[in-house]
């Protein structure tokens, strides 16, 4: 499944400029790379929302960009990047950086010159830009952003685009603090909601992490030193410590807590995704744990049906007769919360619904009349009598009638299909009712009769033949 690419900024430089792409699914690997038109750039990765890419230098004019995580499957979103290789003025020239390293925050002192006093003075720490402080044409300052511990390469631009190239490298160095955590929100919720963790100390580590239950541990997203984010994982129940860590191995919690709690049904899978109206679809997923659960089908305004549950992960309800097309498909239970929406399409013939059939009970050879709805005039429309078929004769689409046929059982079920195949819903109990001796048994008798009457007539003719021999 390729990311989804919603943005970027900025929306026009020149070549060279680092292009922040903001979406989502991005893969931090090897293969994690941008495009430009038909060119591809090595990407950075910053957050599974965020990545940044350099605007190859061999392009001009506008380029349609898109995103891979792994150089085959692309993002198809339509967005553009302007390359514009005209220049603006000369970059600076960076000769020296004061200090060389230290942790984020760390105030550094830039030396150089064709520094200019613009509201664009930027440094670049890498692939990430901050505001820059003018001082004088040979010295700015500026201050190292949040990032990962490493070297980066520290470059300045009068005009927020063209960089200098002196590959000056400032150390990031990972902080020995532990973490002070002092507020969960929300504090309760269920698995992979997204949780709010405000305190102090918290570092832009590659090993910053949130820890549940003092047993199951997940990489946190830096925000800013007082407030980091991490979702909330599976397998967990009831009231269990967080902790956080800058390094994955010093954790902190300060008896702060967060309660798992059920969370809404989620739909994974429907079967089948298409059909007539009346087919039973099958909806799997997890989270269906209320006695009463819904179906409901439609745009703004649904169709509810009941489900059937069949276990927490499964549930099984009848599609409605009386829609058409692409809808949305969803479950709710009896307090009215609801699922993700996942799309069903009806199309095909309609599966009929018997109301009611007159008489409920008669003799083999009798007509039926069957009141429903959604019959259709189809040279394929059925009555099925327990297991024995027979076709039917349309009358309207709420009424059909069908021979009684001979049948082995007594009681049987009643159903209707219009294309032979999809029976009804809502069939209906057939009693047989037999006079004395059943049809069966007069038709073995009338055969049994007809069979004497044969022999003896061929038995009276060779008698015949043989006196007139003698005469």
């Not at 300045?156 to 902080?175: H, K, P, R, W």
């Given at each position: 499944m390729p990311p989804k690419l919603r943005e970027i900024t900025p929306v026009k430089g020149p070549p060279g400029t680092m292009v922040s792409f903001f979406g989502s699914d991005f893969i931090r690997n090897s293969t994690l790379s941008c495009r430009f038109d038909k060119i591809l750039v090595r990407a950075t990765f910053v957050t599974s929302e965020m990545v940044i890419c350099r605007a190859p230098s061999s392009l001009s004019g506008a380029q349609k960009v898109s995103i891979s995580n792994n150089g085959l499957t692309w993002s198809t979103e339509f967005i553009s990047f302007i390359i514009d290789d005209k220049k603006e003025g000369e970059a600076p020239v960076v000769s020296s950086i004061k200090p060389t390293?230290?942790?984020?925050?760390?105030?550094?002192?830039?030396?150089?010159?064709?520094?200019?006093?613009?509201?664009?003075?930027?440094?670049?720490?890498?692939?990430?830009?901050?505001?820059?402080?003018?001082?004088?044409?040979?010295?700015?300052?500026?201050?190292?952003?949040?990032?990962?511990?490493?070297?980066?390469?520290?470059?300045?631009?009068?005009?927020?685009?063209?960089?200098?190239?002196?590959?000056?490298?400032?150390?990031?160095?990972?902080?020995?603090?532990?973490?002070?955590?002092?507020?969960?929100?929300?504090?309760?919720?269920?698995?992979?909601?997204?949780?709010?963790?405000?305190?102090?100390?918290?570092?832009?580590?590659?090993?910053l992490q949130c820890r549940f239950n003092e047993s199951v541990s997940a990489l946190a997203k830096y925000v800013k030193p007082n407030h980091i984010i991490c979702i909330a994982p599976s397998g967990l129940i009831g009231k269990v410590l967080v902790e956080v860590s800058n390094d994955g191995k010093k954790f902190a919690s300060n008896q702060k807590y967060f309660t798992f709690v059920q969370g809404k049904p989620v739909i994974l899978n429907i079967n089948p995704s298409s059909g007539p109206g009346g087919v039973t679809v099958t909806v799997t997923g997890r989270d269906f744990k209320q006695k009463k659960a819904f179906c409901n089908f439609g745009e703004s305004k649904k169709i509810q049906v009941p489900a059937v549950l069949v276990s927490a992960s499964t549930l099984t309800c009848k599609a409605p007769t009386n829609m058409k097309g692409s809808v949305y498909l969803d479950i709710s239970d009896e307090t009215d919360v609801h699922s993700n929406e996942v799309r069903f399409v009806f199309k095909g013939t309609p599966i009929p619904r018997i109301i009611a059939v007159d008489p409920a009970a008669a003799s083999v050879g009798s007509l039926i009349n069957v009141v429903g709805r959604d019959f259709e005039n189809s040279t394929k429309l059925t009555c099925r009598f327990g297991d024995v078929f027979v076709f039917a004769s349309f009358i309207s689409p709420t009424l059909i009638s069908c021979i009684a046929p001979e049948n082995t059982e007594k009681k049987i079920f009643l159903e209707v299909a219009n294309d032979g195949i999809s029976f009804s819903s809502g069939r209906k109990r057939f009693t047989y009712l037999y006079s004395g001796v059943s049809f069966l048994t007069i038709c073995l008798l009338v055969s049994v009769v007809v069979l004497v009457l044969a022999v003896g007539l061929i038995f009276n003719k060779r008698r015949k033949f043989v006196t007139s021999k003698r005469l």
């Open positions: 390293e230290g942790p984020i925050g760390s105030q550094i002192t830039v030396f150089g010159n064709g520094f200019k006093n613009t509201q664009k003075l930027t440094c670049r720490f890498g692939v990430i830009e901050v505001q820059a402080i003018y001082l004088t044409s040979s010295q700015i300052s500026c201050v190292a952003p949040p990032r990962f511990p490493g070297p980066v390469y520290l470059e300045v631009a009068n005009d927020g685009s063209n960089f200098s190239d002196s590959e000056n490298i400032f150390l990031y160095q990972a902080g020995n603090k532990v973490p002070a955590l002092m507020v969960v929100d929300p504090n309760s919720g269920a698995e992979g909601i997204q949780i709010n963790l405000h305190g102090k100390d918290f570092e832009a580590s590659s090993e």
